[in-house]
């Protein structure tokens, strides 16, 4: 796989142990033990890690900083939601971050539903969430390229306003880049003219690769005026020694979420987005779909990352990687469970045969 590629993997951001399968110890979340993660990620081969958001979960920003004063090379992507943040206040702490960190903060916009009342947000219809989001995205640039910036904008707006520390240009990158991710056609809008990186769930590569060339041509007859928009896949990989030890696994993880109708395996409840439902229509197209493709989790309760997953030996699973980056995925984000075990399997079995 062509050495541009990136490689993250998955923080457990969450209150509660044993999440997708994880060990359930009442220290999983301490600070000791997700340095032990992060320490693991950097000694194993990987970029970094995406840190998930939600109301109800620990502040995702708090503990990516956290986490980044512990390491060196680690990469935190942090998920952010426009409603719990003003784009002025979250610009200057991204760039605060990203000066102290020399340069490591990414960032993955949120625009989903929450649990809007708890935290006070008051965001209206799908139309107007991502309009919101797409004009919080475009001001939060301009507000780390550019200084005395006024906006006066239908949801946001700031005078005169310069944002300190000031983001350096490194290796050629303006700013941290911004990941978005969503499949609904207002989700695709935003994606196609304000995104730096389009994530993508564990859909089939037929799949994945008609949503790239729609999104490559939306971003044409939008008239992107950003550099040309880079795609993610976030997936599941249950990766073992052997093809059989693999299947055997994966099944008996099946089991025991059907066994627990699915808790600790969906993140999120609520109205099913678009994104999810593709996922989840998978099913009826097959138990196993492509090489190894495997959708009976999303049958049984597994939510986003955990609806598919790629499951084979380490060199059938590097295989399906490499068929997602032909058709143009250039940022992998990975995760299996119990996610330290797997960071250190994956990383020293999975990630040479990725960068060979």
């Given amino acids: 796989m062509a050495n541009h590629a990136e490689f993250f993997w998955y923080i457990p951001n969450q209150i509660d142990p044993g999440h997708r399968g994880d060990a359930a110890v009442e220290s999983h979340n301490s600070l000791e033990t997700l340095t032990r993660h992060v320490l693991a990620l950097e000694q194993h081969g990987w970029k970094g890690a995406l840190i998930g958001a939600g109301w109800g979960r620990p ?10 004063a512990r390491t060196t090379r680690f990469e935190p992507l942090i998920a952010i939601r426009p409603g719990y943040w003003r784009p002025a206040n979250f610009a200057s702490a991204a760039a605060t971050l990203d000066h102290l960190t020399d340069g490591r903060v990414r960032i993955n916009i949120v625009s989903g539903q929450d649990n809007l009342g708890a935290y006070g947000d008051s965001e209206g219809d799908q139309a107007h969430r991502y309009a919101r989001t797409k004009e919080f995205m475009r001001l939060v640039r301009r507000l780390w390229l550019e200084e005395r910036v006024t906006h006066q904008g239908e949801h946001f707006q700031v005078s005169e306003s310069t944002v300190q520390p000031r983001i350096h240009i490194r290796d050629g990158r303006p700013h941290p880049k911004l990941y978005f991710g969503g499949a609904s056609e207002a989700a695709e809008r935003v994606a196609a003219t304000e995104a730096d990186v389009q994530l993508f769930w564990g859909e089939t590569l037929d799949g994945v690769g008609e949503r790239i060339d729609r999104l490559k041509t939306l971003s044409q007859s939008l008239d992107r005026d950003l550099p040309p928009l880079e795609f993610g896949l976030r997936i599941t990989t249950l990766v073992r020694d052997t093809t059989d030890q693999a299947w055997a696994d994966a099944q008996a993880k099946v089991a025991e979420m059907a066994k627990a109708q699915g808790a600790g395996w969906q993140d999120h409840h609520g109205p099913v987005a678009v994104g999810q439902q593709r996922l989840l229509d ?8 492509d090489d190894n493709l495997y959708t009976a989790p999303g049958k049984y309760g597994g939510g986003g990352a955990s609806t598919t997953w790629l499951v084979g030996s380490a060199q059938e699973v590097a295989r399906s990687l490499r068929k997602y980056q032909a058709l143009g995925i250039t940022h992998f984000i990975l995760s299996d469970t119990p996610y330290l075990t797997e960071v250190i399997r994956q990383g020293d079995q999975l990630l040479p045969l990725l960068r060979g």
Avoid: I, M, Q
């Fill in 59 to 68: 502040d995702t920003f708090t503990v990516a900083s956290a986490l980044a």
């Fill in 282 to 289: 998978l099913h009826a197209r097959g138990e196993v779909l």
